[in-house]
């Protein structure tokens, strides 16, 4: 291994540390600060309730996040994941951020979409709601899809179940244009209502909120939304994250600057197509043929599994030699 990618492996793994007790730190101080606040904001006194107190043990999640990030990239850089380890990973995700550890108070499309409402509203943005954002931000730009495709919950069930098998030519990969017109289409309305009435679309009854899911406690729409995603995810590879989430929206756009990401060897590639073939995900594609509008890679490791030759790596960009 190069020291060049040694030293910046261990200043990633450094920032994701830091990134992991944040929360921690913040919330200890947050308890002993003083003020009247009533906490709603950053900076503000918190609530030394019983809510409060639990909400600031729920820290665990963002130190086993870091933990199970940290996992997924090691294992990115060190082995292959073929499609059969990635299914269990995304059990002990699912089971980990989603049965365990509840990935509420907040949630992260919460967290993305709230303190949106709260600067164009004029509102407070929580210490919680902002943590969380600077978790998922943070993970995105260290690598591609850190956050979706190595802690969030629902993002691996719909994996889970798109590895149900089908009749061939069934599964459908989604012309990357179109699903992701209609997902900034649908963050331009909810912009537009916000602006109009103080409400986003996401969380306005919570109908396009599948997070709830994990609460046991949504409206019978939302019920309707989550079957419905969960059907089409047998046929379409992560159809929530591609069509709608926002989550996924603005980790797509941090992943044009993530360091480590899946990387192509023009050198080794005999452009056999294999990867793509048994790619889940429409991206692997993008990136052999040079795209500059590249679909969300989830990092699931499938494609570099798939390449009888060693051409695609998930790493950072090498200098171009003189």
Known sequence: MKRNTIYLSVFCITLLTILVYAPILAEGGGRGGGGGGDGSGIGGSRNTDV???LAGLSSIKFIIGGISVLSGLILLKTIKINPNIRTLLMCVVFVLFGVLVIMHQPNPLRAVVDPVTALATGGAITLKKATMLAFIGGLSLIGAKLFCGWVCPFGALQEIINRIPVPPGKKIKLPFKIS????????AISLIMILTTGYDLYTYQNILNPFELFDWQFEAVLAVLVGAVLVASVFVYRPFC???CPVGLLTWLLEQVSIFRVRLDRGK???CKKCILKSPCPSI?????????QPDC????VCIDACPRDALKFGIRKKAKA
């Open 298 to 301: 989830f990092a699931c490791g």
């Open 51 to 53: 809510s409060s107190i």
């Open 285 to 293: 594609k993008a990136i052999v043929d040079g795209d500059t509008l």
């Open 269 to 271: 590639c005999n452009d």
């Open 242 to 244: 591609y069509l709608v």
């Open 180 to 187: 992701n017109s209609i997902r900034i289409s649908l963050f």
